[in-house]
């Protein structure tokens, strides 16, 4: 029996994987496609997630789709908004009826002679494998590990009376009020529990090995809502949309030619938020430039408010052992602590952790260099979403549907059957892709394709630019190769 082919399988119903189907039924609406989703729900991390005080790391009128704009007042948005707005874009599309739920993608082998992937996925509900297969694969799954989050060997840590939760495997049951929290970590979910869990709990005390950078920021933008009530909707969605856009431009790119000149604009903003006299240098002054790690981004201040007003503290020290009662630091001084919350990362799974196959042979990710940011090299009409990491997600995301799409027309337009990306000339590059100095990017090194010194292979990590490459750019280049379809793939059905 032949298997059920498609012209696109999707995989993964997240954020980016809704966004991906409504784009091809907009753009590209002759075409079939499908959607696989491991998980028995849509929303990917915004469902997956459900630690307390959820939320965007970045503003949601860039985080939101460009198709459907954000409609609510707040800039950042709680995980329950979020996973709410993209089902009811699935719904609004009718991509929630080509959702198949509990298929988890576990290899992928292209066969040039028939020019189309055949897609092999593991039914979680019932146990079976079901193979597709399709002329396009275009994965959404992100980078992270959905099933295991990362956290290090803590010495003494079965000793510990208490409970330790990874925030990645929130327990619906866990009780907290009135007891003492430790949350190691220093990133975006610390930043984000902390305050969150400091409403309810006895005292919480965020336990880091060096500091993060810190950024207040209003948690509603009364200009966008200024904006909405005098213009129509069609003229300022894209002006606030923009707005965003290069205030976060301009911070990033500061950060990287006047470093020194951004440090002390954090710190400033950081020292307003605080009591007199607080540690600001020990506890909220980075080792590193910023952006060299992503930004946390606290509304409203909601973090600086609960060290304030003393419900919770930072503490910045190295962890000698867990004990009993508690966590022991190298100084001798022991936290007492009833929970333990590990927000120390994430594991990172390029492509989903996919097993690629190329005409019989499998792809070594590392040793594939990105084009445009989306494609491989030597992998055949394959893209997968890897969204920015100094701005919001969906801003690249919607840039490579867009282009999947245009890809998908004018392979059709020119009778071609294959897409191959080719790598830059010479050596194999060894930048990695994802240019971040954070822990899980470090500890994923030797697992990620590289990009190459300049474009179509380089990764600018600039919204303006990639609009122009990815939208209104040339789609045959140096970097790839189109071929048309050899009569064994015509006559295959």
């Known amino acids: 029996m032949a298997a059920e082919h498609f012209d696109v399988v999707i995989v993964g119903a997240g954020l980016s994987g809704v966004g991906a189907a409504c784009h091809l039924l907009r753009e590209a609406p002759g075409k079939t496609f499908t959607i696989l989703e491991a998980r028995d729900a849509m929303g990917g991390t915004w469902d997956l997630f459900r630690y307390p005080g959820i939320r965007s790391d970045s503003d949601m009128f860039t ?127 610390a930043v984000t529990l902390v305050p969150a869990m400091a409403e309810r709990a006895g005292h919480v005390t965020m336990l880091q090995r060096s500091p993060s950078y810190v950024l207040a920021l209003p948690g509603t933008d009364r200009l966008a809502d200024r904006l909405r009530r005098v213009l129509p909707a069609r003229v300022a969605n894209p002006v606030i949309r923009w707005q965003h856009v290069l205030g976060a431009a301009l911070l990033f790119r500061l950060s990287r030619s006047r470093p020194e000149l951004v440090k002390r ?16 240098d020990t506890h909220f002054k980075p080792s590193y430039d910023p952006w060299d790690q992503r930004l946390c981004i606290v509304p409203d201040g909601d973090l600086f408010r609960a060290v304030r007003h ?21 100084s001798g001084e022991e936290l007492a602590a009833d929970l333990v919350v590990t927000a120390t990362g994430l594991n990172l799974l390029p492509a989903g952790g996919i097993a690629l196959t190329v005409d019989g ?58 897409c191959t990306p080719k790598p830059p000339p010479g050596p194999l590059p060894e930048v990695p892709f994802i240019d971040l100095k954070s822990g899980y990017v470090l500890r994923s090194l030797g697992k990620l394709p590289k990009q190459g010194e300049s474009a179509p292979w380089r990764l600018y990590q600039n919204y303006p630019r990639d609009v122009l490459l990815l939208r209104w750019g040339p789609l045959e280049d140096e970097g790839v190769e189109f071929a048309p379809a050899t009569s064994r793939s015509t006559a295959t059905v």
């Open 361 to 418: 042979t499998p792809v070594d990710l590392a040793k594939t260099v990105s084009y445009k940011g989306m494609m491989l090299s030597g992998v055949p009409n394959f893209a997968m979403t890897v969204g920015y990491t100094n701005a919001s997600w969906t801003l690249k995301a919607d840039l490579v549907a867009r282009y999947v799409c245009r890809l998908l027309k004018h392979m059709d337009e020119h009778g071609f059957a294959r």
């Open 63 to 189: 985080l939101g789709y460009e198709f459907r704009p954000w409609p609510e007042a707040k800039a950042i948005a709680d995980g329950p908004a979020i996973r709410d707005y993209i089902r009811d874009t699935a719904r609004e599309y009718g991509v929630d009826r080509r959702i198949r739920f509990s298929h988890k993608v576990v290899r992928a082998e292209w066969s040039s002679a028939d020019a189309r992937w055949t897609v092999e996925a593991r039914r979680s509900d019932t146990g079976e494998t079901v193979e597709l297969t399709c002329g396009f694969l275009f994965t959404n799954s992100g980078y992270y590990d959905y099933d295991e989050g990362y956290t290090p060997e803590f010495p003494g840590v079965e000793d510990f009376r208490g409970t330790v939760v990874h925030p990645q495997h929130w327990p619906e049951d866990l009780d907290y009020d009135g007891k003492r929290v430790v949350v190691i970590g220093s990133g975006a979910t």
């Open 310 to 330: 003393g419900r919770a503290s930072v503490v910045t020290a190295r962890i000698d052992r867990f004990t009993e009662h508690g966590i022991r630091l190298e």
């Open 265 to 280: 604009f954090l710190r400033k903003a950081v020292q307003r938020q605080l009591p007199p006299g607080y540690d600001v």
